[in-house]
């Protein structure tokens, strides 16, 4: 098959290959570079060792971390959930598929802006919750000085963003698992667990990697929603290269922050790898 068609499939390939090229390897090398060259330009660990030793460096990477491992359970629990109702062919389930995706048209920053709106003193929550009579007086969600609160809003916010993405993601695997899997359960008098543990997770492995991936790599670069519900409250690592770029002005300890979030990312990217391998992997 291959021999009868050639060199098609490469000439199909090389405008993605070359975008890839022309707008993401360039740029990664060039920002690589960066990172182990001075502000002389010559090469050095200098910028670096400032990262290290930057006071803002420990805060902001655990505050990172703590949201990838906070972020991807909740987002994936919900996912899942909603990817089964779609895929349960309910009544009205294409206004559930739409009603889910809803959240996917909005960017990250105005979806920020959204629960800025909910959590300010003035906003959406404290109003009801005094409406209510739940509390006497508007509670402060949005302090320095309660981080891990900030966190948990971080948290909120990114999973209702961006849990669409997964879902999608799982409404596809799910939909090409074939009907008779289900129905030989039925038969064996299989509970909804079971079907989820014994047939829809195995079958699910591909989509499973490719959505926790895109998920970990996009938690890794969370910045917009941070700097709307936080502000200066909480560091995380996009956060600190940016700060580096525009308001110190130095590209090279910029870039050093940018080589250590695509490492990370690299990293969880491998971690799933070997975590979820699917059957091709498996028999490899």
Known sequence: MTSRLGWAPYALLLPSLAFLAVFFATPMVQAFALAFQDTSGNWSLDSIQRMLRDASFSGALLTTLALVVLVIP???ALAMSMAL????????????LYVYAIPLGI?????????????TQTGWLNSILEGLGIIDSPITWQSAETPWLLIMLVVIAEAWRATSIIMI????GLQSIPREFFEAADVYGAS????????VLPMLRPSLQVALILRTILAFQVFA???????????????????????????????????????????GTALFLIALPTREEHQA
């Open 192 to 199: 909804t667990w079971q079907k989820v543990r014994r047939v």
């Open 225 to 267: 929603t941070v700097i709307a519900l936080a502000g200066t409250g909480l560091d995380v690592l996009a956060d600190e290269a940016q700060r580096w770029a525009t308001d110190i002005d130095n590209d090279h300890v910029a870039a050093a922050y940018a080589g250590l979030i695509l490492l990370l990312s690299i990293f």
């Open 85 to 96: 109702i779609i895929n349960a062919r309910l009544k009205g389930e294409g206004l559930w």
């Open 169 to 172: 993601i799982l409404v596809a």
């Open 107 to 119: 960017s990250e920053l105005a979806a920020g802006i959204v629960w800025v709106s909910i959590f």
């Open 74 to 76: 909740v987002q994936f």
